[in-house]
């Protein structure tokens, strides 16, 4: 089970970090994502990082501004956001894949949370 948290409302330019708690064992031989959706808009990849978190993508707009990361002890993902833009308005869902590798399409993640809404205003 994946729930996140951490989002909310801020104004552009601001920060935000989400996270990402997952339940059961073996949480580093998980890869994991960050996908978002936006109004009216389809679902998107965001970052992505390897079960040991030694290696992370991230997509080209959020580059310089977005960081994925992991702690494996606490069983956690997390997303640092900054310099947020309104375009970056979205739900936001945390994703885990059976392999430990690094994955960027939304088929290839077999467990989703429930979403977690970041809101940025101008």
């Known amino acids: 089970q994946l729930v996140e948290s951490g989002g909310g409302s801020v104004q552009a330019g601001g920060s935000l970090r989400i996270s990402c708690g997952a339940s059961?064992?073996?949480?580093?031989?998980?890869?994991m994502g960050w996908f978002r959706q936006g109004p009216g808009k389809e679902r998107e990849f965001v970052a992505a990082?390897?079960?040991?978190?030694?290696?992370?993508q991230l997509t080209d707009s959020v580059k310089g501004r977005f960081t994925i990361s992991r702690d494996n002890a606490k069983n956690t993902l997390y997303l640092q956001m900054n310099s947020l833009k309104p375009e970056d308005t979205a739900v936001y869902y945390c994703?885990?894949?059976?392999?430990?590798?690094?994955?960027?399409?939304?088929?290839?993640?077999?467990?989703w949370g429930q979403g977690t809404q970041v809101t940025v205003s101008s």
């Open positions: 059961g064992r073996m949480f580093s031989t998980y890869g």
């Open positions: 994703a885990a894949a059976r392999s430990s590798w690094l994955y960027t399409g939304p088929d290839d993640f077999n467990f």
């Open positions: 990082i390897t079960g040991s978190g030694g290696v992370t």
